[in-house]
């Protein structure tokens, strides 16, 4: 009798374990079986345009988003530059794949600046995207101190955005220094006190026949005019005349 009871004791736990055991595997081995027996290597989507990986993806069973996009102007827009999960990685049918997109770099016109103020400029640079890069300071003749007086890229010339702008700003007139003057064009007369004005005399006097300007306009100056010099030279010109004798008239009147 007892040895009957064993019997019965080890046979109900034996059914026991394996309906513990045929548990398990119908509710755990057997369903991730299922599914990785499902899941399918992912295709490389890169470079491909994006309506078209999206239609490929929904041919396989995926689904596919636009989560983010890098602006560039090397590649056309709208291409796949980066998918996630990444390409032949193994994926369940139905899963969603998360796809980084081209899209064109913004570029700026860049404002004209010269003659604003530095705090102006900024402010223009700001309202496009852009930005005051390396501020150099120099003398100018005419151009009131604060002023911008050069630009690198130039007025209307194309930038990134965030990108930056080169700017000099005037110090104002040097001090000490002497800024040749522009007197071409100008009776002699005129010359004269234009020069004197600069702080500046006229030298050496020379004269060429045109019979198309009144007598005695300046036609050539030695120095270019917006030269700064450090010393006081005097500024050689050639005059017109109409005839021989307009050069013995004028030395006569001077």
Not at 81 to 87: G, R, S
Not at 130 to 149: A, M, N, R, S
Not at 188 to 210: C, F, R, T
Not at 229 to 244: K, N
Request: glycine share 6%; charged share 20%; net charge positive.
């Amino acid at each position: 009798m007892h040895l009957m009871n064993n019997i019965i004791k080890h046979i109900l736990i034996f059914g026991f374990l394996c309906c513990f055991t045929i548990l398990i595997f119908n509710s755990a081995i057997m369903p991730f079986y299922i599914r990785k027996s499902h899941s399918i290597p992912l295709m490389n989507l890169k470079n491909k345009p994006v309506s078209k990986a999206i239609k490929i993806l929904e041919s396989e069973g995926f689904k596919g988003i636009v989560k983010d996009t890098i602006l560039t102007n090397s590649i056309l827009p709208n291409l796949i530059m980066e998918q996630y999960p990444k390409p032949y990685s193994r994926v369940k049918k139905g899963r969603t794949i998360r796809l980084t997109i081209s899209q064109p770099e913004r570029l700026i016109d860049v404002p004209y600046l010269i003659g604003q103020s530095k705090r102006n400029a900024e402010l223009s640079l700001q309202q496009v995207g852009l930005l005051i890069d390396t501020v150099y300071f120099e003398y100018h003749p005419y151009k009131k101190q604060g002023t911008i007086i050069w630009q690198s890229p130039k007025g209307g010339d194309i930038l990134r955005k965030g990108n930056g702008v080169h700017v000099s700003v005037s110090k104002g007139k040097p001090p000490n220094f002497f800024v040749v003057p522009n007197v071409i064009n100008l009776l002699k007369s005129e010359a004269e006190i234009k020069l004197k004005e600069s702080g500046l005399s006229i030298g050496n006097i020379e004269y060429k026949q045109d019979s198309t300007l009144v007598r005695s306009t300046v036609l050539k100056q030695s120095i270019a005019y917006d030269t700064v010099l450090e010393e006081a030279i005097p500024i050689d010109i050639t005059i017109s005349v109409e005839t021989m004798q307009d050069i013995i008239n004028i030395m006569m009147e001077n």
